[in-house]
């Protein structure tokens, strides 16, 4: 029911209705299995944080904010609204799920009770997942957007105050947007939407942010490959594949973003340059071995 009040054509109402009727902490719960809540209860350190936020009527009230202030924020910004109408797009679903589900960033929940070591799950995936019954891929991708609010903000920050200086270029932003995997609009406009709340000072902040994106035509830089694949690097190289491949392909990604029009031979040539010692150690050891 909630997929489809998301999808319909006025989701907004649907989950004003939700605010209002004080349902919110039993739709978007996290988990419905009272031995688990109990095992939460006991042993999850974000626990109290938690609680607080469905006994406290903290996520009735940022519901409520949300459902008023919305409308008006996805009309003053034409990028925004031109998704927000698109009918093909899952972008609208996926931003009111991503605003929706704000407070709880960066709160982890144990999901699995007999398990010692990575029995963690973020709370936003968990509601998501569990609750709404929302395909995994979809619910780890928005609780990624939850979950790095904090840190897109302080992007966008730092970027709008040391633009000008070395090192805060082209790679220093697509390098950023890269773990977004496409969806890096969404993560903006949820992080822009909180920040403009808070203080409007931030649009400017914002707005320069995403024209700098598509003026460097970063905005599919997810799909950046390295010029050179990894067999062929190593064979470059005189060396075996191995681990040591992974680390150069990220350095290549790097200097690609900064180098948009650079050559096969030239990405070769910065490669070399920058593992003269490890590829020197690499070759000899191989030597030996063989």
């Known amino acids: ?40 209860k006991e042993h999850c350190d974000d626990w109290n944080s938690i609680d607080e936020i ?11 904010q949300l459902v008023t202030s919305l409308p008006g924020f996805v009309n003053k910004w034409p990028a925004l609204q031109s998704h927000w109408e698109n009918p093909t797009s899952n ?24 398990k010692k070591t990575n029995n963690t799950m973020s709370v936003t995936e968990g509601i998501l997942m569990d609750d709404l019954k929302i395909g995994k891929n979809e619910s780890a991708q928005v ?11 302080e992007m966008v920050s730092e970027f709008y105050i040391r633009r ?17 995997k496409g969806d890096w609009e969404i993560a903006h406009f949820t992080s822009f939407f909180l920040q403009h709340l808070q203080n409007e000072q931030v649009d400017a902040q914002y707005e320069f942010f995403h024209k700098y994106i598509f003026e460097q035509n970063l905005q599919n830089c997810h799909e950046l490959r390295p010029l050179i694949n990894g067999k062929e690097m190593a064979s470059s190289l005189g060396l075996k594949g191995g681990p040591w491949l992974g680390e150069i392909n990220d350095r290549a990604i790097f200097w690609q973003l900064d180098n948009p029009n650079g050559t096969k031979e030239q990405l070769l040539e910065f490669i070399k340059s920058i593992i003269p010692v490890s590829y020197t150690h690499l070759r000899a050891h191989e030597t030996c071995a063989d």
């Open 54 to 64: 469905y006994q406290s009527g903290q996520l009735n009230l940022h519901i409520k």
């Open 91 to 114: 972008f609208k679903k996926c931003l009111l799920l991503s605003t929706l589900l704000l407070p709880f960033s960066q709160l982890r929940i144990i999901w699995n009770a007999k």
């Open 164 to 180: 000008n200086q070395p090192g805060f270029g082209r790679s220093f932003v697509g390098n950023f947007l890269r773990m977004y």
């Open 143 to 153: 609780a990624k957007i939850v979950d790095s609010n904090k840190q897109y903000a």
């Open 1 to 40: 029911e909630v997929d489809k009040i998301l999808r319909g054509p006025n989701p907004l109402l649907g989950i004003s209705l939700i605010q209002q009727a004080h349902i919110d902490n039993v739709v978007f719960v996290w988990n419905n299995d009272l031995g688990l809540v109990e095992f939460n």
